[in-house]
C-alpha cells in the first residue's frame, strides 16, 4: 500500500517522522557551526602563539593581523 493510499493516521506517522528528521538536521547544522566556530578560534591562538614565540626567540619582528 503506498502512502497515498493511507489513511490521516498514517499521514500523521510521517508527518511526526518528517519533523524529527528536519529537528535532527537542525541540530547537525548547529553543531556543526560549534566545530567550525571553536576551530577557527584554535587557529587563531595557534597562530597568535607561533608568532609571539617566533618573535621571542629569533628577533624578528611579526605582526598579526585579525
Do not use: W
Not at 528528521?21 to 595557534?46: K, P, W
Amino acid at each position: 500500500m503506498s502512502v497515498a493510499e493511507g489513511g490521516a493516521e498514517d499521514r500523521a506517522v510521517l508527518q511526526v517522522a518528517d519533523y524529527a528528521v528536519e529537528a535532527a538536521i537542525a541540530l547537525q547544522g548547529d553543531v556543526l557551526g560549534v566545530f567550525v566556530a571553536d576551530g577557527a578560534e584554535l587557529a587563531f591562538e595557534v597562530g597568535v602563539g607561533n608568532a609571539t614565540t617566533t618573535q621571542s626567540t629569533s628577533g624578528v619582528s611579526v605582526r598579526c593581523h585579525v
